[in-house]
């Protein structure tokens, strides 16, 4: 028996491939309180603009007694930074990603709320997934650049629920790079 033709149909999966990356406080805590602060937020290196970023997982933990709320906010293509003060720094060579460790304020305006889970009393909020999809996969969810060089920005961001002071947090995000 000879075969004659053959064929491949797909219907519309695609084995993403790529870099898994983390970023984390280390053991510097943000000191937060009823105002919502960034513990870390992501952005485009302006050279690998047109990256995608796939958003994972987050983390916080605190290192006092607190009732807090974390959020995961993507911002599209802001005009401006929505992030003030802190430095950005180039995770690895090999990550397309620069990452702020040290904001002091947020301008949440045009941002979207992907996520939010609270924790209290000391508890870490353990490894949350962003998404059910073990990709993370989303269209709101997919951290890229636009045609005129703008970075979306995404941040872990935090504020205390029940006014008890400032409250000392740390956090980690993870994400992976498609090329």
């Known amino acids: 028996m000879k075969m004659i033709s053959g064929a491949v149909i797909s219907e519309g999966r695609y084995i993403y491939s790529g870099l898994s990356f983390s970023a984390n406080n280390g ?7 009823t105002t919502e602060l960034p513990l870390l937020t992501l952005r485009l290196k302006s050279s690998r603009i ?3 970023i796939i958003p994972t997982k987050f983390s916080a933990i605190s290192t006092n007694n ?3 709320l974390l959020r995961i906010r993507l911002f599209k293509s802001p005009s401006s930074n929505p992030i003030t003060g802190g430095s950005w720094v180039s ?5 397309a990603i620069e990452v702020n460790k040290s904001g002091t304020g947020i301008d949440t305006t045009d941002s979207i709320e992907l996520k939010s889970t609270y924790f209290s009393n000391n508890s870490d909020s353990a490894v949350t997934p962003i998404s059910s999809n073990p990709w993370g996969i989303n269209d709101n969810m997919i951290l890229t650049g636009d045609v005129d060089g703008n970075s979306d920005y995404f941040s ?3 504020v ?3 006014g008890g002071g400032s409250q000392d947090l740390v956090g980690s995000l ?5 090329y």
Do not use: G, Q
Not at 27 to 33: E, K, M, Q, Y
Not at 91 to 95: K, L, P, T
Not at 174 to 178: F, L, N, Y
């Open 66 to 68: 607190s009732n807090m």
């Open 91 to 95: 995770v690895h060579d090999e990550s």
């Open 174 to 178: 993870e994400w992976t790079e498609i």
């Open 156 to 158: 872990l961001t935090a």
């Open 50 to 52: 047109r990256t995608n």
């Open 27 to 33: 053991s510097t805590t943000i000191a937060v309180n």
């Open 160 to 162: 205390e629920v029940d």
